[in-house]
Every structure is written in structure tokens, then in C-alpha cells.
């Protein structure tokens, strides 16, 4: 069963794709050809369905100019923590 939490998640992350591509004013056919998707399931990954692949997710996110941004809010770099523990732990990283 998946928790309740993840479940929200996606829910939320789905309403924020759907946002996104209406303040674009694109329709889905647009953004799922852009994405290389078919259209149904475009519409999987704006109603929350967790059966779509990471790529599909990535791939919208990327249609939609959002790609960036999730890349960027994952980075443990961005965060205290992750900073820290990565001068005890990481070796050093290249940024391009």
C-alpha cells in the first residue's frame, strides 16, 4: 500500500504540472508532443498517477521549462546539512 504521504505528493506535484502548463496556455496535446508522450499519458501524470515513470515525470517537468527546478531542489548541496556532510564525506564535485 502506499503511503498516504506519497500519495499527497504526487497528487500535489500533478496540480503543480496542470499549473504550470495552463499558465503556459498549452494545450496537452502540445505539451505531450513535446514531452514524447502519448496524450493519455500526459493526463496520467496531471491526475497524480503513480504508475508513470520517472522519465515520463522528467520529461513533462522538461516540456514545461521545469526541469531545472527539479534538479535544483534536490541538491543537498543547496542545504546546511548536506553541505556539511558533504565536506566530511564527498570528495570534491565539478560544477559545469
Do not use: F, N, Y
Request: positive net charge; proline residues 4%.
Amino acid at each position: 500500500m502506499t503511503p498516504v504521504r506519497v500519495r499527497r505528493a504526487a497528487q500535489t506535484m500533478a496540480g503543480h504540472l496542470l499549473a504550470w502548463r495552463k499558465l503556459q496556455r498549452l494545450p496537452q496535446r502540445i505539451v505531450a508532443a513535446r514531452a514524447g508522450v502519448a496524450l493519455s499519458t500526459l493526463q496520467r501524470v496531471e491526475h497524480g498517477d503513480l504508475g508513470v515513470s520517472l522519465e515520463t515525470l522528467l520529461r513533462v517537468a522538461r516540456a514545461l521549462g521545469r526541469l531545472d527546478s527539479i534538479e535544483t531542489c534536490l541538491d543537498p548541496l543547496d542545504t546546511d546539512l548536506g553541505r556539511l556532510r558533504a565536506a566530511e564525506t564527498l570528495p570534491l564535485r565539478v560544477r559545469s
